[in-house]
C-alpha cells in the first residue's frame, strides 16, 4: 500500500498542495500534521506512521523535506522504515529506495538539502547581525508605547489591578502585559553584585 506523509510547519498555512499530488500518485492513506520539522520527537503523525507501516507499504513524499529537515534524521527515518519491510520514494526528487542507485541518490540529495538549509541559516544570521549593528531592533514590536507600558507597569504594581484588566485597559493581549511585566523585573531587579 502506497502511505503517504505530508508536514507544513506552523508559520504556513495548509498541506494541500502536497495532499493532493500525493492522491494523484495513487497514495490511499495520507498521514498529516502541522509541525516544525526541527525535532522528530514533536511530531506525532510520522511517529503514527513510522509505527504503522509493515512489509509490502512505500511511503511516499511530496519533498524530501518535508519528512526531515537534517540528514541524520532522514537516515533515521529511512532506516525505520527499511526496518519496517516498507520502501520510500519522494514524488520532487524522483527518489526511490528501491534499487541501491535511487538509494545512494537519496543520500546525495539529502546531503545537498542539508547544505542548503545550512546555508539560509547562515544568511540570516549574518543578515541579523548585520541589522542590529545598524540599530534595527529585532523580534517583534512592543503592543504598548514606552509611556503606556511604564505606566501600566505602575498600576501593575499597586495590587489594584490583575494582567487581564490592564489588557483590557491597553487594548492588548495579556501575552503582552505578561511580557511587559517580565521585562520590567529583569531591568528592575538588583543584581547579585549589588546585593552583596
Known sequence: MLVGYARVS???????????????????????EKRSGGSMAK?????????????????VVYKLDRIARSLKDLLIIIERIEAAGAEFRSLTELIDTRSPAGRMFFQIVGAFAEFERELIRERTRVGMAAAMRRGVKMGRPTAMS????????????????TKIALARRYGTHI??????????????????????
Open 43 to 59: 511530531r506525532p503523525a510520522l511517529e503514527e506512521m513510522l509505527t504503522k507501516i509493515g512489509a509490502g507499504d512505500t511511503v
Open 146 to 161: 514606552e509611556a503606556e507600558e511604564a505606566e501600566a507597569m505602575r498600576l501593575w504594581f499597586t495590587g489594584d489591578y
Open 10 to 32: 506552523t508559520q504556513e498555512q495548509e498541506t494541500h498542495a502536497q495532499t493532493d499530488a500525493l492522491r494523484n500518485a495513487g497514495v490511499g492513506f495520507i498521514f498529516s
Open 175 to 196: 501575552s503582552s502585559i505578561k511580557r511587559a511585566i517580565k521585562r520590567y523585573r529583569e531591568r528592575h531587579q538588583p543584581s547579585l553584585l549589588d546585593a552583596a
